[in-house]
């Protein structure tokens, strides 16, 4: 069993920068493939990025490629994501999530056993 807990959000003007973490629990979280998912008011949960196991290989929703930075640090149990350039579209509730099976390409939420209760990141024009 793995428990996420996401941090770091806040509000931002447009073109700064905020980094999340999500902290895990677990002896195992350096065997999941690890994920941030966004949801924004009124739309679905939609996928942000993901990364491997070993943090060699990571993946990127179209909308963020560029912008946004994926990582981990298995020692610590702690994953990242580095956002620059935000946009008020990017405003929404982010999730880090969590998957024993998926590979670091999976992009649907039900592929994904764990999550985290949120972190909200509004961004001002």
């Known amino acids: 069993q793995v428990q996420l807990e996401e941090s770091g959000g806040g509000r931002v003007q447009a073109g700064g920068s905020l980094r999340l973490s999500c902290a895990a629990s677990?002896?195992?979280?350096?065997?999941?493939?690890m994920a941030w998912f966004r949801q924004a008011a009124g739309k679905e949960r939609e996928f942000v990025a993901a990364?491997?196991?070993?943090?060699?290989?990571?993946h990127y929703a179209d909308s963020v490629k560029g912008r946004f930075t994926i990582s981990r640090d298995n020692a610590k149990n702690l994953m990242y994501v580095e956002m620059n350039s935000l946009k008020p579209e990017d405003t929404a509730v982010y999730y880090c999530?969590?998957?024993?099976?998926?590979?670091?390409?999976?992009?649907?939420?039900?592929?994904?056993?764990?999550w985290g209760q949120g972190t909200q990141v509004t961004v001002s024009s």
């Open positions: 999530a969590g998957s024993r099976t998926a590979l670091e390409s999976a992009t649907h939420p039900n592929e994904y056993d764990y």
């Open positions: 677990g002896r195992t979280f350096s065997r999941h493939v």
């Open positions: 990364i491997s196991w070993t943090g060699a290989n990571t």
